[in-house]
């Protein structure tokens, strides 16, 4: 692949102070165009701003939309680094077989997101936990409004430098389990990383916000019984010394950070269960004191703590509302890894 670069005439002021969470986007970005009968093509690197797309491209209307989401990490001796980048290159393509979207060939694609990330490395930010948030998303653009695959497609990464999650120490979150709407049911989209699955999940985001939690955890969209994933995160629970984690049954996105923290902790003697886990199971182990820790994984947070549920009229607090070893031990080990203060032992890093 062959990347042209056209760099930006005018780029901006670096931002100083907080960075929050995709508001500050870079000078460029990355973008491919695809044609059905003649592949990829046109890869390059230009100028960040606005796309221009027919009114009736497809994605507008259909949802016909994939995207991916992994960080760029300085460390202290300034090397600019990624986590697990071949990962993410692998799950969009089979996000992309669900929704009926041309693959990419994932040397392409870590080479997309090096190149880019290599002309941007002054926006790596410097101060401790913060990263630049790397954005690969794909768009169908025919332009018509008939029901089937688009033969057009558009590649294109961008990058907004990010703040640190936890400004204030790792905080345990409050978490809502919502009983009234479904995320994902099985056979649906759950397991791609999708638009679509995000629109849906709007509605239970405002209203947990509004009761004062700041994350939704979804139960299984057939019983509404067993426990599937939070928003942006999947989850574990520590029930008397065992790790439990919901299985991957297709209504559940397959994590990076998931995987990683049951490689680390099956590394470590713990017994990890990938299994059905009710709500009902979870709230009678919280009565009964066998319910220890609760954490959610993700790129962005990487390890959260949950220190509460709000299940119906039901409160479950967890570890008196504090975190608990695993999740230290595991956010300590993979944010030490990521930053290089920890040595990568099994082949997690690719250097930019
Ligand atoms: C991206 C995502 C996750 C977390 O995946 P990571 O690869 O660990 O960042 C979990 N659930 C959903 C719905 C997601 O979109």
């Known amino acids: 692949m062959e990347i042209k670069i056209c760099r930006n005439p005018s780029p901006k002021e670096k931002p100083s102070g907080k960075l929050g969470f995709g508001r500050i986007f870079t000078d460029h970005m990355f973008v491919m165009n695809y044609t059905a009968g003649r592949g990829w093509h046109d890869a390059r690197i230009v100028p960040y701003g ?3 797309l027919d009114p009736s491209a497809m994605v507008f209307h259909y ?3 994939i995207f991916e989401g992994l960080k760029a990490y300085r460390t202290a001796s300034g090397e600019i680094r990624l986590f697990r980048p071949y990962e993410n290159a692998r799950r969009m393509n089979n996000s992309a077989d669900r929704l009926c979207m041309p693959q990419i060939d994932p040397e392409d694609w870590v080479t997309a997101v090096k190149t880019l990330v290599e002309l941007e490395k002054d926006w790596v930010p410097y101060e401790e936990g913060t990263s630049l948030y790397i954005r690969p998303f794909m768009i169908a653009t025919d332009a018509m409004l008939g029901v089937h695959p688009s033969k057009t497609y558009q590649f294109i990464i961008i990058l907004s430098p990010v703040g640190s ?5 790792l905080d345990p979150v409050r978490i809502y389990i919502e009983t009234k709407y ?8 759950g397991e791609a990383k999708t638009g679509g699955n995000y629109a849906a999940s709007i509605k239970s985001q405002e209203i947990s916000e509004e009761l004062g939690y700041s ?9 509404q019984k067993y426990i599937e994933e939070v928003g942006a995160m999947n989850v574990f629970f520590k029930i008397a010394g065992k790790i439990v984690t919901p299985a991957l049954v297709g209504s559940i996105l397959p994590g ?7 490689e680390l902790l099956r590394d470590w003697g713990y017994e990890v269960e990938e299994r059905r886990l009710s709500a009902e199971e979870v709230e009678s182990a919280a009565k009964n004191g066998d ?16 220190g509460e549920l709000l299940i119906g009229d039901t409160h479950i607090k967890i570890n008196g509302g504090k975190i608990g070893p695993v999740s230290q031990k595991l956010y300590d080990t993979l944010t030490g890894i ?10 997690w890093i690719t250097k930019i």
Request: net charge negative; charged share 20%; aromatic share 8%.
């Open 165 to 169: 999650y936890y400004a204030g120490g």
């Open 50 to 52: 606005p796309l221009s």
């Open 182 to 189: 479904v995320r994902a049911v099985r056979g649906g989209t």
């Open 215 to 223: 994350q939704v955890l979804w139960l299984d969209g057939v019983e």
């Open 256 to 262: 990076i950070t998931r995987k990683s923290a049951i």
């Open 63 to 65: 949802a016909q939309e």
């Open 291 to 306: 319910l220890e820790e609760m954490f959610g994984t993700g790129t962005a947070a990487v390890i959260s703590p949950v």
């Open 338 to 347: 990521q930053w290089g203060r920890i040595e990568d032992t099994r082949g």
